[in-house]
């Protein structure tokens, strides 16, 4: 099954281990990683996606391709509340707003917006992976990430009615390999 | 060829088009001479690397094997435009740089969703 996850962490150091091990599980054939992050939300609310050391100054803050995928994970209750893409995820209101359209906008049927809640929430201080997966069965994923303290949520890709609405920054933001995270 | 071995050739590509891609995203904040450098060999790389899917995909099952065409063909394309991007400079070369780097991710996408498709056809209980 493809899904989209996002793993949260207390902090970045944990949600780096989380990312090595995501990327190990696939090496083990466990899962199959398309593409992963790291993200953290700071202590005045802002989001960062983290890059790669040799990346500084090239990719920067949260845009709206990675907002809608934290979006299409929060949920539209989340949305609604203000409990998540505008205020948990702290991009702003102007852009938490965009975000909050694009994420309403790449959900499949009205009945299964009415009923979709992940409960994903990233709270000041803490970190998360973001990835995008193929595993057939949960466990690896699940087992592997709580044994860091890990928290993992889920959004099947078949929900996501249109990813291209994720943006050019998803592909920018969202590492096809394993790499070491920093934050600018 | 075995189907063991046909996996492991499968996830070896993959894991070099993933090298083949942390090079071209590193060539991303380089000068004009060392990207054109990068170009060079990155060329000749995913042509490499194409021209090694090609062969593979026919040992695919049929889910498998679209997407390493798919890959094949972006690798292909990707190949192309580094040579090409090789008479560009100054923001020409970069606009042509990030084409290379868009067409080299997507061979991976594919390639990683055959690796996907090929996992799950071993982890499925055989009907025979």
Same mark, same amino acid.
Request: glycine fraction near 10%; avoid cysteine.
């Given at each position: 099954?493809?899904?989209?996850?996002? @793993?949260?962490?207390?902090?970045?150091?944990?949600?780096?281990?989380?990312?090595?091990?995501?990327?190990? =599980?696939?090496?083990?054939?466990?899962?199959? @990683?398309?593409?992963?992050?790291?993200?953290?939300?700071?202590?005045?609310?802002?989001?960062?996606?983290?890059?790669?050391?040799?990346?500084?100054?090239?990719?920067?803050? @949260?845009? @709206?391709?990675?907002?809608?995928? =934290?979006?299409? =994970?929060?949920?539209?209750?989340?949305?609604?509340?203000?409990?998540?893409?505008?205020?948990?995820?702290? %991009?702003?209101?102007?852009?938490?707003?965009?975000?909050? =359209?694009?994420?309403?906008?790449?959900?499949?049927?009205?009945?299964? $917006?009415?009923?979709? $809640?992940?409960?994903?929430?990233?709270?000041?201080?803490?970190?998360?992976?973001?990835?995008?997966?193929?595993?057939?069965?949960?466990?690896? %994923?699940?087992?592997?990430?709580?044994?860091?303290?890990?928290?993992?949520?889920?959004?099947?890709?078949?929900?996501?009615?249109?990813?291209?609405?994720?943006?050019?920054?998803?592909?920018?933001?969202?590492?096809?390999?394993?790499?070491?995270?920093?934050?600018? | 060829? *075995?189907?063991?071995?046909?996996?492991? +050739?499968?996830?070896?590509?993959?894991?070099?088009?993933?090298?083949?891609?942390?090079?071209?995203?590193?060539?991303?904040? !380089?000068?004009?001479?060392?990207?054109? +450098?990068?170009?060079?060999?990155?060329?000749? &790389?995913? &042509? !490499?690397?194409?021209?090694?899917?090609?062969?593979? +995909?026919?040992?695919?099952?049929?889910? +498998?094997?679209?997407?390493?065409?798919?890959?094949?063909?972006?690798?292909?394309?990707?190949?192309?435009?580094? !040579?090409?991007?090789?008479?560009?400079?100054?923001?020409?070369?970069?606009?042509?740089?990030?084409?290379?780097?868009?067409?080299?991710?997507?061979?991976?996408?594919?390639? *990683?969703?055959?690796?996907?498709? *090929?996992?799950?056809?071993?982890?499925?209980? *055989?009907?025979?």
């Amino acid at each position: 099954m493809d899904n989209y996850i996002a @793993v949260v962490f207390p902090n970045d150091a944990k949600a780096y281990e989380g990312l090595h091990a995501l990327w190990a =599980l696939d090496g083990k054939g466990d899962a199959t @990683v398309h593409a992963a992050a790291v993200i953290h939300r700071d202590q005045f609310g802002k989001i960062d996606v983290a890059t790669k050391d040799t990346d500084i100054g090239v990719r920067t803050a @949260v845009g @709206v391709g990675v907002g809608a995928l =934290l979006g299409a =994970l929060a949920g539209p209750a989340g949305i609604a509340t203000g409990a998540t893409i505008g205020a948990a995820a702290g %991009v702003g209101a102007a852009t938490g707003g965009v975000i909050g =359209l694009t994420a309403d906008a790449v959900k499949s049927g009205e009945q299964e $917006e009415a009923s979709f $809640e992940t409960g994903f929430v990233l709270n000041k201080g803490q970190a998360a992976v973001l990835a995008e997966v193929s595993e057939d069965w949960r466990t690896p %994923v699940d087992t592997t990430m709580s044994g860091l303290g890990g928290r993992v949520f889920r959004r099947a890709k078949s929900d996501v009615r249109d990813n291209a609405l994720f943006g050019s920054d998803y592909d920018y933001y969202m590492y096809p390999y394993d790499y070491d995270p920093y934050f600018a | 060829m *075995s189907q063991a071995s046909v996996k492991d +050739a499968l996830e070896q590509a993959r894991e070099h088009a993933q090298a083949l891609q942390a090079k071209i995203d590193a060539n991303q904040a !380089k000068d004009d001479v060392k990207i054109h +450098a990068e170009l060079e060999k990155v060329s000749a &790389q995913a &042509q !490499k690397l194409a021209a090694g899917l090609k062969v593979l +995909a026919e040992n695919q099952r049929a889910d +498998a094997k679209l997407h390493v065409q798919k890959a094949q063909a972006s690798l292909e394309d990707a190949a192309k435009r580094a !040579k090409d991007a090789l008479g560009s400079a100054g923001a020409d070369l970069k606009t042509k740089n990030q084409a290379v780097i868009a067409r080299a991710r997507e061979g991976l996408t594919h390639l *990683s969703q055959a690796v996907a498709a *090929s996992r799950a056809a071993a982890a499925k209980p *055989s009907t025979n």
